[in-house]
Antibody
Framework: QVQLQQWGAGLLKPSETLSLTCAVY????????WSWIRQPPGKGLEWIGE???????NYNPSLKSRVTISVDTSKNQFSLKLSSVTAADTAVYYC????????????????????WGQGTMVTVSS | AIRITQSPSSLSASTGDRVTITCRAS??????LAWYQQKPGKAPKLLIY???TLQSGVPSRFSGSGSGTDFTLTISCLQSEDFATYYC?????????FGQGTKLEIK
């Protein structure tokens, strides 16, 4: 039973850097793409970006200039950093696993998300 | 970027009803569409992927159909635990955009 457990600071001031980590327990880390997704209070879901075990990343263009996603395969963990935060970055942040989708024998990045972390509420306020 | 239009934004129904939620993509996305259910304070739960494939453990009263630009999620015979918010998501191309959500409420 694969589980994702995430943690990080929940209260930030404007211009600070958001930092969250997600650990994968009970299953394979390699072979999957691992994503960060956020949800502002009362609003919908926004995909932030993804990484695989090799460190290959893809980011949402709307956030790309401020986002870094990294991986630590020795710990089966991946992390999110979002710089220069503002109140607009206030949201619940989720980590999630992308289902393996094979296309002509190659794992396709960007997929449906079948396992999610519990979510971390991050508030940006002065 | 591909735009996803989900409708309706809210829906009132009774237990035992059959309901349909629609997502329309601004361009063809083949069958690269997923549906999620989210309850208050919880992470979304994957219901359907590849437009019509039921995720393991999801009740068979949930079904999905469509390809190209038009997709539907149907819940036949609503149960009390089905009242929640539903989202679609395209994963044909970056970024993986979600629909705006449909809040399914008890009539």
């Amino acid at each position: 039973q694969v589980q994702l457990q995430q943690w990080g600071a929940g209260l930030l001031k404007p211009s600070e850097t958001l930092s969250l980590t997600c650990a994968v327990y009970g299953g394979s880390f390699s072979g999957y793409y691992w994503s960060w997704i956020r949800q502002p209070p009362g609003k919908g879901l926004e995909w932030i970006g993804e990484i695989n075990h090799s460190g290959s990343t893809n980011y949402n263009p709307s956030l790309k200039s401020r986002v870094t996603i990294s991986v630590d395969t020795s710990k089966n963990q991946f992390s999110l950093k979002l710089s220069s935060v503002t109140a607009a970055d206030t949201a619940v942040y989720y980590c999630a696993r992308g289902r393996i989708t094979m296309v002509r024998g190659v794992i396709r990045p960007l997929s449906a998300f079948d396992i999610w972390g519990q979510g971390t509420m991050v508030t940006v306020s002065s | 970027a591909i735009r996803i239009t989900q409708s309706p934004s809210s829906l009132s129904a009774s237990t035992g009803d059959r309901v349909t939620i629609t997502c329309r993509a601004s361009q063809g996305i083949s069958s690269y569409l997923a549906w999620y259910q989210q309850k208050p304070g919880k992470a979304p739960k994957l219901l359907i992927y590849a437009a019509s494939t039921l995720q393991s453990g999801v009740p068979s009263r949930f079904s999905g159909s469509g390809s190209g630009t038009d997709f539907t999620l149907t819940i036949s015979c609503l149960q009390s635990e089905d009242f929640a918010t539903y989202y679609c998501q395209q994963y044909y191309s970056y970024p993986g955009v979600f629909g705006q959500g449909t809040k399914l409420e008890i009539k």
